[in-house]
C-alpha cells in the first residue's frame, strides 16, 4: 500500500519437510496515478549462506568457549599487537573488560621493557611461523608466555595466540626447594667433616695422653722447683688445655651440647 521496495529473509518448508533460506527483494511498480500495479522482485535460495553463517557463529562460540576454558590468560592478536580476542583472565589480568580490551594493542598496556621484549617475540613468530615460549616478570608475577601463529588462507602468518600462565607460586616453591636442598647439602658436609673430626680428635687425645703420662712420670723423678720440674709442669698444663680441646671437638662430632667456657 506504500509503495515501498522491501528485502527480506524467509525460513521456508519445502514439500518434502526440508527447510530452506531465501532472500526476496522486491520493488512496487505504480501507474501513472501511483497506485502499486504489481511487484516486482527476486528469490535467491540462500540456505548454503545461512549454514556458513551458523557455522561460523558457532566456530566463534567454540572458541570464546576454549578460550574461557582455561585459568591462563589466553588472548589473540594481529601481528601488530591489536587485541582480536581475550578470555575473562587476560581482561582481569589488565583491569579491563573483554570489550574495553579488544581493539587495543597490547603493548600500550605494558610497561616499556616488557612491551619491547614481547614485541620481538611476536615478530619473531611472525617471521618464522613457529611457536615461541619465553619466561618475563609483570607487576612482579612470573609469566610462561606460550605464543602460536595462526595461519591465513594464503599460508601467512596473520595472528598469534598467546597463552601467559602465572608461575609466580610455582617459581617461590621452586626456590624454597631449592634453598632446602642448599641447607641440607650444607648439613650433610658439617656432618662429614663432624665424623672426621671425631677421628682425629680421637687420635689425636691418645697421642696427648701418652705425652701427658710420660711427663708425669719424669716429673716423679725431677727435683721440686728444679727447671726441668717446671718444665714438666708446663707440658702438662698444656696436655690438660689440649685435651679439654679435644673434648670440644669429640662433643660436636658427636651432635652433644655442650657450652664452651669463654
Given at each position: 500500500n506504500e509503495g515501498l521496495a522491501f528485502d527480506l529473509e524467509l525460513r521456508v518448508t519445502c514439500p518434502s519437510g526440508e527447510i530452506r533460506y531465501v532472500n526476496t527483494i522486491c520493488k512496487p511498480e505504480k501507474n501513472e496515478q501511483g497506485f502499486v500495479t504489481e511487484l516486482v522482485g527476486t528469490t535467491q535460495d540462500i540456505s548454503d549462506r545461512k549454514q556458513v553463517?551458523?557455522?561460523?557463529?558457532?566456530s566463534e562460540e567454540t572458541a570464546r568457549?576454549?578460550?574461557?576454558?582455561?585459568?591462563?590468560?589466553?588472548?589473540?592478536i594481529d601481528t601488530k599487537g591489536i587485541v582480536?580476542?581475550?578470555?575473562?583472565?587476560?581482561?582481569?589480568?589488565?583491569g579491563k573488560s573483554k570489550e574495553e580490551l579488544a581493539g587495543t594493542c597490547i603493548y600500550d598496556t605494558l610497561q616499556a621493557d616488557v612491551a619491547e621484549k614481547r614485541k620481538s617475540r611476536v615478530d619473531e613468530v611472525a617471521r618464522s611461523g613457529k611457536p615461541v615460549r619465553f619466561q618475563d616478570e609483570r607487576a612482579g608475577r612470573v609469566i610462561s608466555n606460550s605464543l602460536y601463529p595462526v595461519f591465513n588462507?594464503?599460508?601467512?602468518?596473520?595472528?598469534v595466540a598467546v597463552f601467559g600462565t602465572d608461575i609466580t607460586d610455582q617459581k617461590r616453591a621452586e626456590e624454597t626447594r631449592q634453598e632446602?636442598?642448599?641447607?641440607v647439602q650444607n648439613l650433610q658436609r658439617l656432618e662429614a667433616i663432624a665424623v672426621l673430626a671425631g677421628g682425629i680428635a680421637h687420635d689425636f687425645n691418645n697421642i696427648i695422653?701418652?705425652?701427658m703420662g710420660y711427663a708425669e712420670l719424669a716429673m716423679m723423678d725431677a727435683e721440686a722447683d728444679s727447671p726441668l720440674e717446671k718444665i714438666l709442669r708446663q707440658i702438662v698444663t698444656a696436655g690438660i688445655r689440649g685435651r679439654d680441646l679435644i673434648q670440644q671437638i669429640m662433643s660436636f662430632s658427636r651432635k652433644t651440647e655442650h657450652k664452651m667456657a669463654p
Open positions: 553463517e551458523e557455522a561460523l557463529r558457532e568457549a576454549l578460550l574461557n576454558a582455561t585459568g591462563d590468560a589466553a588472548f589473540m582480536v580476542a581475550a578470555n575473562e583472565e587476560t581482561a582481569n589480568r589488565f588462507a594464503q599460508g601467512k602468518v596473520s595472528h632446602m636442598d642448599s641447607r695422653s701418652a705425652i
